[in-house]
């Protein structure tokens, strides 16, 4: 019996690692295909054409603001130096303990205006004050002075301000290239017969590099080693993964800090939701159902380029904090939709894309913390075939590191961020030493925020301390 369980195990790990390598192998071919894709459109209607054009859809940012006080002025200025004609940017202070709003205020010759909720048909905490600078350089400028009631409560208020067609979520911590609304925007000027409901933008890691004038002046490696493996992270997860999707049309994530939606689709389903730390993923999966449901056809849609930088967590300590977060997030929005699993009534959302997340994005870190007990208790029992094993581990290290290769070399020569020959190999090396340093504190992190839904203890958001940009004048 002890035997057939044994092997049993063995298959199953061995399959599900098959099935998993499988993936990423198609997720690199479809990548490949995206970018070729996604360039020859730039090409067809590049950021020129794209500022000329007489239709282009106004916009509202909406970054949240909480405790930001370390960097809100720099990185507001940042939003507000974005090239748009159609535009306006909402900063919501979520009930800040720090001196955000009086340096907003000061900055920005701030004074309190009477402007009317567009929308009340979505929730959100208690406004206090809405300002508006007596500056005209200033005048696409709304904050918004509330109580505290987290990030999406926070997005939700800002989108009952907005008087826009579409909505960018943002955070007020991220420095925007100033060519990006252009660039986010296309998507919803090619389609014609299909609506884009939701586009996404890469987002790279600033830490280290210089920013001058809220703009990115001299992108860095991260001088701290686990800063600097998660810009392989993000090149990966950004750049295989959000293409690949993309290309098969079955994107269910657009990143929190850095997407744009039609309002009136966000209005139609209640807006973020408040009970999840995963609004992200939340909302896209429920704009997806909602467009299924009404049997329209609909895109989500992923840029490829770097457009979006923001600060990634320097420390173990702060990095387990936010992929705790991220691995309840997904618990919770799995949880809450558990019934597109399989459902035919949601086609290939429901058939493919959605079951892809709970087997392999949910899932993996569980089948990787159980093999690791199950390689334990093997030892133990002294029946682990050690040979067999050491070279199972290596062809999965190995692996691993093909792909992170390919993301590398795939993103610096396509889009030019990191193509030092010397940048190229620090990346590299950090790819090589991923598997090592943060790949099992991620799975900790992950099992960490699994086991406290499973047991009910309840978490909050957490706290990011943040060391800030580094700012020249």
Not at 127 to 133: I, K
Not at 161 to 175: E, G, K, P, Q, S
Not at 231 to 251: C, D, K, P, S
Not at 454 to 473: A, D, L
């Amino acid at each position: 019996m002890i035997e057939f369980i044994r092997y049993g195990l063995d298959y199953f790990f061995f399959g599900y690692g098959i099935a998993l390598f499988l993936c990423y192998f198609g997720f690199v071919l479809l990548a490949i295909a995206a970018i070729k894709s996604n360039a020859k459109r730039a090409e067809f209607l590049n950021v020129n054409d794209i500022k000329g054009a007489n239709d282009l859809p106004s916009v509202s940012l909406i970054a949240p603001a909480y405790n930001e006080g370390k960097s809100i002025i720099i990185n507001v200025k940042s939003l507000l130096s974005i090239q748009y004609p159609y535009y306006e940017l909402i900063i919501v202070n979520d009930g800040s303990k720090d001196d955000s709003l009086e340096q907003l205020i000061k900055e920005f010759s701030l004074e309190k205006a009477i402007v009317p909720q567009v929308s009340n048909l979505i929730s959100h905490a208690k406004v206090r004050d809405v300002y508006q600078s007596k500056d005209l350089k200033y005048k696409h400028l709304t904050v918004i002075d509330k109580d505290n009631g987290g990030r999406a409560d926070a997005l939700n208020c800002g989108i009952t301000y907005a008087n826009t067609n579409l909505v960018l979520c943002t955070d007020a911590d991220c420095i925007i290239e100033q060519d990006a609304l252009l660039k986010m925007v296309r998507p919803y000027l090619e389609e014609i017969d299909r609506e884009v409901i939701a586009c996404g933008g890469a987002i790279g890691i600033a830490n280290d590099s210089i920013i001058k004038n809220g703009t990115l002046k001299e992108l860095r490696l991260p001088k701290n080693i686990v800063a600097r493996i998660q810009v392989v992270e993000y090149i990966r997860a950004f750049l295989l993964g959000r293409m690949a999707w993309t290309q098969m049309n079955g994107l269910l994530l657009v990143s929190g800090a850095f997407g744009l939606y039609p309002r009136q689709r966000v209005l139609e389903v209640g807006g973020f939701d408040h009970a999840t730390v995963g609004e992200d993923l939340e909302l896209c999966i429920r704009l997806r159902a909602h467009m299924e449901r009404l049997k329209k056809p609909y895109d989500v849609v992923y840029i490829p380029e770097t457009l979006c930088w923001t600060e990634a967590p320097a420390s173990f300590k702060v990095y387990i904090t936010q992929r705790d977060r991220w691995a309840r997030g997904l618990w919770e929005t799995i949880k809450k939709h558990k019934y597109l699993f399989y459902n035919r009534k949601y086609r290939a959302t429901g058939m493919l894309f959605f079951p892809y997340w709970v087997y392999f994005e949910l899932g993996a870190p569980i089948v990787e913390f159980l093999g690791l007990i199950y390689l334990i208790v093997c030892a133990s029992l002294g029946i682990i075939n050690w040979p067999f094993a050491i070279a199972l581990f290596a062809a999965v290290y190995l692996i691993g590191c093909i792909f992170s290769t390919v993301s590398i070399l795939l993103y610096t020569v396509n889009f030019k961020h990191y193509a030092k020959p010397s940048m190229v190999i620090k990346l590299l090396l950090a790819a090589y030493l991923e598997s090592f340093v943060t790949h099992p504190v991620m799975v900790f992190a992950e099992m960490k925020g699994y086991f406290k839904k499973i047991f009910g203890i309840k978490s909050t958001w957490g706290t990011m301390s943040r060391k800030g940009f580094t700012t020249i004048k």
